[in-house]
Nanobody
Framework: QVQLVESGGGLVQAGGSLRLSCAASGRTFSSYAMGWFRQAPGKEREFVAAISWSGGRTSYAYSVKGRFTISRDNAKNTVYLQMNSLKPEDTAVYSC????????????????WGQGTQVTVSS
């Protein structure tokens, strides 16, 4: 069993930065690929970024590539999402998720979800 708790969301102006954190409980965190998803009001949830269990492989949605960076610290059971050059269209609830394989995260076939943290980017 893995429990995920996100933090770090907030209100930021366009062009600014935020770093989201997702803290995981459980001793098996390092065996899971992790990812970030977002859902804006009235829209479907979409994939943002994913990272393999070792951190050696990453994947990004085209809309955030070059602006967002996913990373993890297995010693701290935490995965991060550094978001730079934020745009109003990045406004959404951001949730982290876990799956056994990276491609499962990318395709949204995840085993565990966090509750999410709100990110609001003002123009």
């Amino acid at each position: 069993q893995v429990q995920l708790v996100e933090s770090g969301g907030g209100l930021v102006q366009a062009g600014g930065s935020l770093r989201l954190s997702c803290a995981a409980s459980g001793r098996t965190f390092s065996s899971y690929a992790m990812g970030w998803f977002r859902q804006a009001p009235g829209k479907e949830r979409e994939f943002v970024a994913a990272i393999s269990w070792s951190g050696g492989r990453t994947s990004y949605a085209y809309s955030v590539k070059g602006r967002f960076t996913i990373s993890r610290d297995n010693a701290k059971n935490t995965v991060y999402l550094q978001m730079n050059s934020l745009k109003p269209e990045d406004t959404a609830v951001y949730s982290c998720a876990a799956a056994r394989q990276l491609n499962h995260v990318v395709d949204g076939f995840t085993d565990y979800w966090g509750q999410g943290t709100q990110v609001t980017v003002s123009s």
